[in-house]
């Protein structure tokens, strides 16, 4: 049989002339298959030319036999969803797209039809994670929590449940949290292994400034990192009020007890002059009354 993806369809027309005119048209084929995955939601895309042709989709797992997508027979679109399917997350998956004629013998071979594999992909892996939400809470010993938040995917468990990449991910999960004091440009980061991470000796009486993103050391250095979330600041006290005076502060203290102690000083020797005069008068005049 003629293999479709090199086959034309040829048809012939006479004009009054008598000159025979040609139209012709190829089958499409599959261009730049590739996936796209963000928190274990993954769908298969790729390009291709305008017509009326359709397309099915069908995968492998572990290079082992071809299963169809249901969601993905003959469709028009040039995307297909195969998150549900790519179970489990760890296997190596592939992906095979077959153009169909709109008018498709299914009597046919289907091998005649032209093909576009998918590179293998690993959902586990290579998915992609999103930039997570957390909070940051300055408690009052130069230290700041950082609670994160877990991003959710479109998976579920066999009773329903909706899960998260920790879920998925277990122990394999860590988050990376970068920070830096506010005017500074030097940046600090540590690596905490669940989603309330504790950040201590920080300097009281200053800013700092957070961000955090999903860090997975399990997987190849290209997906090992997630999206950076968006920039959380907070202000930093000390465990003693003390240590939160800044320099400006202490001179102003220092100059208003400098002051008070002048004024009692010159009050006191006031005082003690005063006295002193009264007592000299009151002598005097003792001596000057007669006997």
């Known amino acids: 049989m003629e293999n479709f993806e090199n086959r034309w369809v040829g048809h012939k027309m006479s004009s009054n002339s008598g000159m025979t005119i040609v139209y012709e048209n190829f089958v499409p084929k599959a261009e730049n298959v590739h996936w796209v995955s963000l928190d274990f939601k993954t769908i298969l895309s790729w390009t291709t030319k305008p017509s009326d042709y359709t397309y099915s989709v069908l995968y492998s797992m572990d290079d082992?036999?071809?299963?169809?997508?249901?969601?993905?027979?003959?469709?028009?679109?040039?995307?297909?969803?195969?998150?549900?399917?790519?179970?489990?997350?760890?296997?190596?998956?592939?992906?095979?797209?077959?153009?169909?004629?709109?008018?498709?013998?299914?009597?046919?071979?289907?091998?005649?039809?032209?093909?576009?594999?998918?590179?293998?992909?690993?959902?586990?892996?290579?998915?992609?994670?999103?930039?997570?939400?957390?909070?940051?809470?300055?408690?009052?010993?130069?230290?700041?929590?950082?609670?994160?938040?877990?991003?959710?995917?479109?998976?579920?468990?066999?009773?329903?449940?909706?899960?998260?990449?920790?879920?998925?991910?277990?122990?394999?999960?860590?988050?990376?949290?970068?920070?830096?004091?506010?005017?500074?440009?030097?940046?600090?980061?540590?690596?905490?292994?669940?989603?309330?991470?504790?950040?201590?000796?920080?300097?009281?009486g200053q800013s700092y400034c957070f961000m955090v993103a999903a860090f997975i050391p399990s997987r190849p250095k290209a997906t090992q990192l997630g999206t950076w979330s968006t920039q959380q600041c907070t202000y930093v006290q000390g465990g003693n009020i003390l240590q939160d005076l800044r320099l400006e502060t202490w001179v102003g203290v220092a100059f208003i007890l400098l002051t008070v102690l002048i004024i009692t000083i010159t009050v006191t020797v006031l005082c003690c002059r005063c006295r002193q005069q009264r007592n000299r008068t009151f002598q005097t005049s003792q001596s000057s009354v007669p006997v």
């Open 64 to 204: 082992g036999d071809w299963s169809e997508s249901p969601d993905c027979n003959r469709i028009s679109e040039t995307n297909c969803d195969l998150s549900a399917h790519l179970m489990p997350l760890d296997r190596m998956y592939s992906a095979d797209i077959q153009t169909e004629p709109a008018e498709f013998d299914y009597n046919s071979n289907v091998e005649d039809l032209p093909h576009t594999y998918s590179p293998q992909f690993n959902p586990y892996r290579e998915s992609n994670i999103s930039a997570v939400e957390f909070s940051v809470e300055a408690t009052n010993d130069s230290k700041v929590i950082v609670s994160i938040k877990d991003p959710v995917t479109t998976l579920h468990d066999a009773y329903g449940k909706q899960l998260s990449i920790r879920d998925i991910l277990q122990k394999d999960l860590k988050y990376k949290i970068s920070y830096y004091k506010s005017g500074s440009t030097g940046k600090r980061d540590i690596i905490s292994d669940s989603s309330v991470a504790n950040v201590s000796k920080l300097d009281s």
